[in-house]
């Protein structure tokens, strides 16, 4: 295998000066704490402690020692205590942190309102929180991004080690809550490069190497990036933790570093990783199969857990029932029987008198390359399972593939995390394909699209013909219902339900419900669509009103009142105007001094315009009216 090392990696400049600094001061001779690690490193920290500078919590306790600011910086409560016990003080605040400090301080000072995006357990997140003076929110996902109120005016300061992608999504999360927003992007540069520089040669190896303490923000930052590019990432504080195992069947391997991981720690890696390297080489020297050879046996024996392959060689490779398939099957006698021809790739060091080993899954995996490379050039969707959600989106397997869907890609609408997709089978397009780099990305979103313009062509199409769809009741609202139609869903307003007057949605409609629904509106650039119910039965004016005619006294119900009289409904729907003038002569009484809503009163119909739609009528009798108003009512329509 060949061993590549990032561009950038190792001790930034903040680090490496405060290492300088401590041990400046180990070498003085001088008796020295750091309020906490210095860095991010346990290794370090255990070197400097040997050289009498032993970490502590607080400052309790101390009388002659120099306190030590580690790199990440403390807030002004902590440097006021040191003057308080009159210890003697040796900053080493990484500038980049103390300048993020500094322009917290500045806009608390001014009165500005700011969010920090960062980790909110981190030190350094900490330290610059308590530089604000209480106008702070610290934000690190996206459910901290929906808690926040809504800003006229916002600055935005972002933690030195963050993730760049990461810090991108929230800042233009929080955009969204605020008129006016101001970032002052203190990611440090050290940071980024360390972060480009990994993301590039994470495109090129098939594994990479990250160094770093497993409490460094940083370093797990870098990690996270490699996996993201689809290289199989491992992420180490020391050499001690190198396997062999992890470096067969493998050509090219890259190697970076966190920000706090010594050069000491890094060479030690390198210096293991080379001699394993000399030892894989050696393995598969003088053997006409070597690892990585394409075999193809037949099936001799057979056991739950494993398969006993000949293939050729003196003795009979083993296939263990994980390497045959993914997801591997309870057991090979459920896929397999004796005799049956086998295509699969030795996956170890063949030496003599040791057993090899052989993998089918390496073998389909080039079958299933060729199967995502014509899917994407025919422009098909492929079948995934969701493996494993990242802050960035979701780890995917198809066939015996791994894959990635950034959260972008996930769904339809903004989602916080594609967590509810782990576990699950689902459709996606693939968005890019490289073999050569162990690459595979995809959208689950450019699908929907798709699928949701296919569902809108339907009710484009139904809305012109004026059919009657079919549809489910998801949820009920004050001013009407949302129904689903083919899943795409629209509302049906409460003056649509019905031809009678509703008071309540809850009065006609249920959850899950079937309703007939007729398109009403159809706008397909903004998505919105509004149903009726009411056009899919018979209309009263078309089926009833033949049953009624002028003088006709009947019983009526006041749905509306108005300051010129009342709109009254029928028992078969039909609706109509009861003027104040038909209900009394006395001009000094409003519509509601006779009549209250949901009354039930006594109508004459005095006119009916079919053209129109329109009914009249005068009021007969109506619940403890006087006979004042009756006599005036009938001298007003004798008049």
Not at 314 to 322: G, M, S, Y
Not at 501 to 509: A, S
Request: charged fraction near 30%; aromatic fraction near 6%.
């Amino acid at each position: 295998m060949r061993i590549y090392k990032s561009a950038v990696y190792g001790f930034c400049y903040g680090v490496r000066r405060a290492m300088e600094i401590a041990e400046s001061t180990a070498k003085r001779g001088q008796t020295a704490v750091t309020l906490g690690p210095l860095i991010h490193n346990p290794q370090v920290v255990e070197r400097l402690s040997a050289q009498g500078i032993r970490p502590v919590v607080h400052l309790d306790g101390l009388k002659k020692e120099i306190v030590i600011i580690r790199s990440h910086g403390v807030g002004p409560s902590c440097y006021n205590e040191i003057k308080c016990k009159s210890l003697a003080l040796v900053d080493a605040t990484c500038p980049f942190v103390m300048r993020n400090q500094q322009i917290t301080k500045k806009l608390a000072e001014e009165g500005k309102q700011v969010v920090l995006i960062g980790e909110k357990k981190h030190p350094e997140m900490k330290s610059v929180a308590e530089w604000a003076e209480g106008h702070a929110f610290v934000v690190e996902s996206l459910d901290d991004v929906e808690a926040l109120p809504h800003f006229s005016e916002v600055h935005v300061v972002l933690q030195t080690t963050f993730s760049e992608p990461l810090a991108d999504a929230l800042i233009q999360a929080v955009s969204r809550r605020a008129d006016r927003i101001e970032v002052h992007k203190t990611i440090c540069n050290a940071t980024s490069e360390r972060q480009r520089a990994a993301r590039e040669l994470a495109q090129k190896v098939n594994v990479m190497i990250v160094i770093g303490g497993h409490n460094s923000a940083n370093t797990t930052h870098l990690a996270e990036i490699c996996r993201m590019e689809g290289a199989e990432t491992h992420h180490i504080e020391t050499a001690a933790e190198l396997r062999c195992a992890w470096f067969h069947r493998q050509d090219r391997v890259g190697i970076t570093a966190g920000a706090s991981t010594p050069d000491w720690i890094i060479e030690e890696v390198v210096c293991i990783m080379d001699e394993m390297s000399k030892m894989l080489e050696m393995d598969d020297m003088d053997y006409d199969f070597h690892k990585g050879s394409i075999v193809d046996g037949k099936v001799v024996e057979l056991f739950d857990d494993k398969a006993y392959v000949s293939f050729g060689y003196k003795t009979e490779a083993v296939l263990p029932v994980h390497e045959y398939s993914y997801p591997a099957p309870e057991s090979l006698k459920d896929v397999l029987k004796v005799g049956d021809e086998v295509r699969a790739q030795i996956v170890n060091a063949v030496k003599e008198d040791s057993p090899i080993y052989i993998s089918k899954i390496k073998v389909d995996r080039l079958a299933d390359w060729d199967v995502v490379e014509e899917a994407m050039a025919k422009n098909e969707p492929v079948e995934c399972e969701g493996i494993e959600a990242i802050k960035v989106g979701l780890l995917v397997q198809i066939k015996s593939l791994r894959g990635f869907i950034p959260l972008s890609q996930g769904d339809l609408r903004f989602v916080h995390s594609l967590s509810n997709l782990v576990g699950k089978k689902f459709r996606a397009k693939i968005l890019e394909v490289d073999r050569a780099k162990n690459r595979l990305v995809l959208s689950r979103k450019a699908l929907l699209e798709e699928e949701r313009d296919q569902e809108m062509n339907v009710l484009e199409e139904a809305f012109n013909e004026g059919r009657v769809l079919v549809g489910t009741v998801k949820k009920i609202m004050p001013y009407g219902a949302f129904v689903d139609v083919d899943g795409v869903e629209g509302l049906l307003h409460i003056s649509d339900i019905s031809w009678k007057k509703i008071g309540k949605v809850e009065d006609v409609l249920k959850q899950d419900q079937e309703v007939d629904v007729k398109i009403k509106s159809f706008d397909r650039e903004k998505q919105r669509i509004s149903f009726s119910h009411k056009e899919c039965l018979p209309d009263p004016w078309e089926t009833s009103i033949h049953n009624h005619q002028v003088d006709e006294v009947l019983n009526a119900r006041v749905v509306k009142v108005l300051e010129f009289g009342v709109i009254v409904e029928l028992e078969d729907g039909l609706t109509g105007l009861l003027h104040i003038n038909e209900m009394t002569r006395d001009h000094n009484k409003k519509p509601s001094d006779i009549c209250a809503l949901g009354d039930e009163i006594e109508v004459r119909i005095i006119g009916i315009d079919e053209n129109r739609k329109r009914i009249s009528f005068s009021l007969v009798k109506a619940a403890g009216q006087d006979d004042s108003d009756l006599s005036g009512a009938e001298d007003a329509e004798e008049n």
